[in-house]
């Protein structure tokens, strides 16, 4: 049992921690080796552009020509001239190109053609990450614990036990070492990530995803031991490992949505609000909602109090049905046997 637990733990971890390197390596790769930006000139603006390093200039003959070229993706965005003190402006599409503004010399104003409220794609790898490392995490370790329930049910070795400790001692001890251990997983993860951001220059970035990943952190501590008491106590109903995922299929649910949610709606700002303060979902919801900055201080507080209160029901229920469970030394037993008793 403990070498399952040990073995789960060291892949689980080796895959999470892979994961995390490659998005770091990749991340300082992209900011090391910046790709040359080509962008349309118009008239007097050439000489500005001139031979910026990490631009590429397109000639266009007027400013209508030189916003055809932006829409059709041609070139990331125009110069063009203009009665400023500075002489040009920028054209772009949906956001202020900041490749371009760094490499002119000057700071001319912009005009966005379509402004956009976030970078779709930075949101989208932040929300896939936080959803990812909890649908793993929690199921790796939750299948863990229903698999020694069995074991012990199966073996009897649970009555041995059950002479010896409360049943509810026995609950709270499988749930909170593995707990533990899933909380060590998720705080090795976020050291490598902050440190590998550290290194690859990434410090901007880090210090937008430090609040995030901090409160990912508390949320996944109280979201995971409220899984855990699930796994168990469903995993209890069986004495046979046949049927573990039959009885745990509906918590093996719960894990997914989540991560469902946010690879399909995570620039909903309804549904991640809604995530946001639903129990199973709220590990990943606010998170996501703090990276981008769309709650407020007190929503975190609150989105937590929730999470703590239905943990504490959720452990209540899942010990009644634990020890009813294990009283039962036959076959499978059903829900509304497991709440009887």
Known sequence: MSRLRSKAFLISTGILLLLAVGSVVAGGLVSANPSTTSVAV??????VVGDTPGLSTVPAENVAEAE??????????AVVPDDSLIGVSVIALDSAPGDVMGALSVSPTVELLEPAAQDGFLVYIVAIGFGLVF???ALTFGSTIAQSVVEEKQTRVVEIL????????????????????????????????????????????????????????????????????L????????????DVGTTTAPVTYLVMIPYILVLFFNDNPLVMTIMSYVPFSAPVGMPVRVFLGTAEWWEPVLSLLILALTTAGVILFGSRIYRNSLLRMGGRVTYKQALRG
Do not use: C, H, Y
């Open 42 to 47: 118009v008239g007097a603006a050439e000489a």
């Open 68 to 77: 055809a070229l932006v829409r059709d993706g041609t070139v990331a965005a």
């Open 135 to 137: 649908f793993m995490s």
């Open 162 to 229: 059950m002479s010896t400790i409360p049943v509810r001692a026995l609950l709270a001890g499988k749930v909170m070492g593995n707990s533990i251990m899933a909380l060590a997983q998720i705080v090795a993860i976020a050291l490598l990530v902050g440190l590998g951001m550290a290194v690859t220059g990434q410090r901007v970035l880090l210090a937008d995803l430090g609040p995030a990943i901090g409160w990912f952190a508390v949320f996944f501590a109280f979201g995971f031991v409220m899984i855990a008491a």
């Open 231 to 242: 796994f168990a106590a469903t995993a209890s109903m069986v004495a046979r490992q046949e």
